[in-house]
């Protein structure tokens, strides 16, 4: 059972409505770095069990006093919560004085607390050759999950807002948040299980507390891409011009008709995306800015939230055992395929990789996708890790590794784990080695720095061109171990 923070309330009085190119191709740059063609996820909604508690100036109030104050304007959901209705009606409750200009004031909040049991999606991967398959492997032990024996109450604290302070009916900015406290120790997402509210967040703004992942060092407002089809046949979308990095940090090249794509941290994965696709292999992806210039969901959305948490078939997650930071960057798939979502880990820290299922995840002209890393080199930063590199730079689309990673719940019902040198950048080399470690992991990838050789089982191939594909059987966690020599 998990349990997410939903919702705020407070008193209020009044509301008001909000509402709010450069373009270059980079068709090359964005589809010419896929070695590995496809990532995969799944959203599954499941049924919800909330209680709440309604606390007023120390003392608790009904649902029905509750409900009646947010009928009549008095009461309000807050910013992280769902918004209501209100009107401009006398608050029956001591006011506060009007709050000093350029200091909003701070309100005590009520919290209602959310019991959601989901089935979480899983991040796929690109398959080997089949000379490379791994054998069958033996029926793995489905784990057992606890469940909370006791339901904690929330509590919640409602007070009146001055007259003067208007309601807002965009999503609450937290531009200033830190997007590596998205996830938490356990990889949990509260904020991915939030519904995105289609038409109420206008194009110039990054959807902030829902989950997405703002990328600042693409210098485009957060956003990790932004595309915009020219040709928009039956056939398919064409000659599609993607906005360059650095052309407006404010996000204003989120325009009418653009498709403005998003990160989602690990091990998450995006769940909008147009159900038309390039008609020569592009893919595109992100929320749609509609003709009002207000964000929606594209119409090939899988979920009705911006982010779906990979499989729970199988997990995989990352240990650092080096004296360095490495990171490992995801690719915006469907989208500019641009390698911009991180994960970086520190030395001594583990972290999770999206893994999706290929049954529930994105179609490529109807093949199932996997997830797509590229793996860098320890201590280069993340800003220039996860971005365009450049030929000889060892970095980004040319850092020296690939991994992919889906479970296939269609055919064998196996995860597969791929690890091989980059086919853009053969000369260059990974310094440190990476093992696949687990109970559930059958014929174990390896890269071994000191040779520059990847291997499978116990042995090792006679060239650095030769990849590695390992299965890893239901219920099993991979984990990626890297270490020197």
């Known amino acids: 059972m998990h349990y997410v923070r939903i919702a705020i309330l407070a008193a209020v009085i009044a509301t008001t409505a909000a509402k709010p190119q450069q373009y270059l191709h980079r068709h090359v740059r964005a589809y010419d770095v896929r070695m590995a063609r496809p990532d995969s996820v799944v959203y599954a909604p499941v049924p919800i069990e909330t209680v709440v508690v309604y606390e007023l100036d120390g003392h608790l109030i009904s649902e029905a006093e509750a409900l009646q104050g947010i009928a009549n304007g008095t009461l309000r ?4 919560g769902i918004l209501s209705s209100f009107t401009n009606a006398p608050v029956a409750l001591p006011t506060t004085p009007p709050a000093e200009v350029g200091k909003p004031q701070k309100h005590p909040t009520t919290t209602m607390v959310q019991s959601v049991e989901t089935n979480q999606p899983m991040s796929p991967i690109e398959q080997s050759p089949t000379d490379l398959s791994p054998t069958e492997p033996s029926t793995a032990e489905q784990p057992t999950i606890e469940q909370p024996t006791d339901i904690p109450e929330p509590e919640y604290s409602l007070e009146p807002v001055s007259p003067q302070e ?5 999503a609450p900015d937290a531009s200033q948040e830190d997007p590596n406290d998205l996830v938490d120790a356990n990889g949990d997402c509260a904020t991915c299980d939030k519904p995105f509210p289609n038409g109420v967040i206008p194009c110039s703004q990054f959807p902030y507390g829902y989950g997405a992942m703002p990328i600042n060092n693409e210098g485009i407002g957060g956003w990790s891409g932004i595309q915009d089809p020219i040709y928009r046949g039956s056939d ?14 404010d996000g204003s090249c989120c325009t009418e008709g653009t498709y403005c ?3 989602c941290p690990n091990p998450y994965l995006k769940l909008s995306f147009p159900k038309k696709q390039g008609r020569t292999g592009q893919t595109v992806g992100g929320l749609y800015c509609n003709d009002q210039g207000m964000l ?11 982010c779906g948490k990979g499989s729970t078939k199988m997990t995989v997650r990352v240990q650092n055992k080096l004296k360095k930071s490495v990171s490992i960057c995801r690719t915006d798939y469907p989208g500019t395929e641009s390698m911009t979502f991180p994960l970086t880990v520190g030395p001594g820290e583990t972290g999770y990789l999206a893994n999706p299922d290929q049954s529930k995840y994105f179609f490529w002209e109807n093949k199932t996708t996997s997830a797509h890393y590229y793996v860098n080199k320890q201590g280069v930063p993340e800003s220039e890790a996860c971005t365009w590199g450049q030929d000889g730079g060892g970095v980004g689309n040319w850092s020296p590794t690939i991994f992919g990673t889906s479970f296939d719940d269609i055919a064998s019902n196996v995860g597969y784990s791929s690890l091989k040198q980059n086919e853009l950048n053969w000369n260059d080399k990974l310094d440190y080695s990476i093992t696949f470690k687990g109970d559930g992991v059958v014929n174990a990838c390896k890269y071994k720095a000191s040779t520059g050789q990847y291997g499978q089982a116990d042995k090792w191939f006679s060239s650095f061109k030769d990849g590695c594909t390992a299965g ?7 984990t990626l171990v890297l270490t020197d020599d």
């Open 77 to 80: 959901w807050g910013d992280d």
């Open 166 to 170: 208007p309601v807002s009916t965009t």
């Open 236 to 249: 398919g979308f064409d000659n599609i011009k993607t906005v360059m990095t650095d052309s407006c940090s």
């Open 261 to 263: 794509s998003y990160g």
């Open 296 to 306: 929606e969901m594209a119409d090939g959305s899988i979920g009705k939230t911006l």
């Open 472 to 478: 890893v059987s239901q219920g099993s966690t991979l």
